[in-house]
């Protein structure tokens, strides 16, 4: 059974580049038909997919933060990270990695138990 998990500092001040890490166990984020996803949720707001990046090592994300948005990946130590540049309070929210099965309609069948990031000065 895959398992995720999201580590990273829970204080990043405006301006500043937010950094989170997944790192995955029992499974490789390099099995062929996988994507592995930041999501994140805002209080009071839904969830908001902000990208993800292919077992092939490509990378698709949300138009909404793509020239903020980097993720990139460590296949040595099974891990994938997150970068988001010049956050505002507005990033403030809890972050989730997840693991899509892309030949099954993008479905997310794991999840980890999210980090919350709070931008404040």
């Known amino acids: 059974q895959v398992q995720l998990q999201e580590s990273g500092p829970g204080l990043v001040k405006p301006s500043q580049t937010l950094s989170l890490t997944c790192r995955v166990s029992g499974g490789s984020i390099r099995t062929i038909n996988t994507a592995w996803s930041w999501i994140r949720q805002a209080p009071g707001k839904g969830p908001e997919w902000i990208g993800y990046?292919?077992?092939?090592?490509?990378?698709h994300y949300s138009p909404a933060r793509k020239n903020r948005t980097s993720i990139s990946r460590d296949t040595s130590n099974n891990q994938f990270t997150l970068q988001l540049r010049s956050v505002t309070p507005e990033d403030t929210a809890m972050y989730y990695c997840?693991?899509?099965?892309?030949?099954?309609?993008?479905?997310?069948?794991?999840w980890g138990q999210g980090t919350h990031v709070t931008v404040s000065s």
């Open positions: 997840a693991r899509t099965l892309i030949d099954s309609g993008h479905v997310i069948d794991s």
């Open positions: 990046i292919f077992h092939s090592g490509s990378t």
